[in-house]
């Protein structure tokens, strides 16, 4: 590598403060908090949630695959870096990473949290600490904020917020509360994260559709857990939005991006032979234009995206290491990138492994 390293989707284990500390004084009492249990470990309790949001996975990265468990973490031995930005620089030299889009954790979950106004609460809250904790190594900790889409004047005011605290981007929940991201009711919002330059990120596990309810063994859930992403990706291209906004810009998560060719294939033949019967946005060009130009993919071990580079656009393919939650490449990220990118010019590793990133949120280092 001639460039540095960006993971493109890192997160941060919330420490017990960043919800109660900060959160407003209408929700202090409710506000998700850390708690220890005797049998699950430690657990954030989350007004309204059936049961506690447990943390085994959210720090198991560089665990081998057979300690890998839900419960019994204790927070106290989970990777520092986690939730003290000074540790993290240690974390991201020992993988060989330069800078991180940093995620939340408990935050994803809460994005499927059905009160809203506590979920507005939740969020302003966690923004003022992921600000905090990018704020003190601003060029190597690149913060995502996040957004509850009551409405869309509020999600414009968000936006402008989060840009004022020095944050990147903005995660968006999967499901707003008035309408879906196809409707026109949206454009204001999305013309306001275009002048403002904030990429519109979606997430896995922060959707209706991600239940992790499929047939089968367990572990078939697992496989799962994209299809609330490409749903979501469906609405954007499908219902005009990119037409109507072709300077949008919208980031899929950590849903890897091996199907990405396949997908797009699958958009055009349905556009092409089923738009009359099955009505969509109206659209100028097919809908895999849209996908290659407007929606960037990261993905962390996933072998297939670097050998499907040539049948989608190299330019919006982004690596993430994960840190440190269970599904990480950390510490052997050097290790899987150099079989992973085999085959690849130096350009084309500069491109998913540094400048796609680091273009998109204005990355210098």
Known sequence: MKKTIISADSHVTEPAGTYVDRIDHKYKDSAPHLVRDEKLGDVFMVKDFPR??????????????????????????????????????????????????????????????????????????????????????????????QTAMRSVEEGIADLRKMKELGLSGVMMPGNPAVEDYDSTAYDPFYEAAIDLGMPLSFHILTSSQDNFRTRGPKLNSFLSIIRGCQDIMGTFILGGVFERHPKLRVVC??????????????????????????????????????????????????????????????????????????????????????????????????????????ELYGISI
């Open 52 to 145: 506690p949001v447990t943390i085994g996975l959210a720090a198991a990265a560089g665990l081998d695959a057979e300690k890998l468990r839900i419960f019994g973490a204790k927070f106290e031995d989970m990777h520092r870096g986690g939730w003290d930005p000074n540790a993290r620089l240690a974390d991201q030299d020992r993988d060989g990473v330069s800078a991180e889009v940093i995620y939340p954790t408990v935050g994803m979950i809460l994005c499927n949290h059905r009160d809203f106004d506590y979920k507005k609460a939740c969020f302003d809250a966690y923004n003022l600490w992921i600000a905090e904790y990018c704020g003190t190594h601003p060029d190597r900790l690149i913060g995502v904020g």
């Open 253 to 358: 998560v950590e849903a890897d991006a091996g199907w990405v060719p396949h997908y797009m294939y699958r958009m055009d033949h349905a556009y092409d032979r089923h738009r009359y019967w099955l009505p969509a946005g109206a659209l100028s060009k097919m809908p895999s234009e849209y996908f290659r130009e407007n929606i960037y993919t990261t993905f962390q071990d996933d072998w297939v995206a670097f050998q499907m580079k040539d049948m989608c656009n190299i330019r919006r393919l982004m690596w993430a290491n994960d840190f440190p939650h269970s599904d990480s490449t950390w510490p052997w990220s050097q290790e899987i990138l150099s079989k992973h990118t085999t085959g690849l010019s130096d350009r084309e590793k500069d491109y998913v492994l540094h400048d796609n990133c680091a």
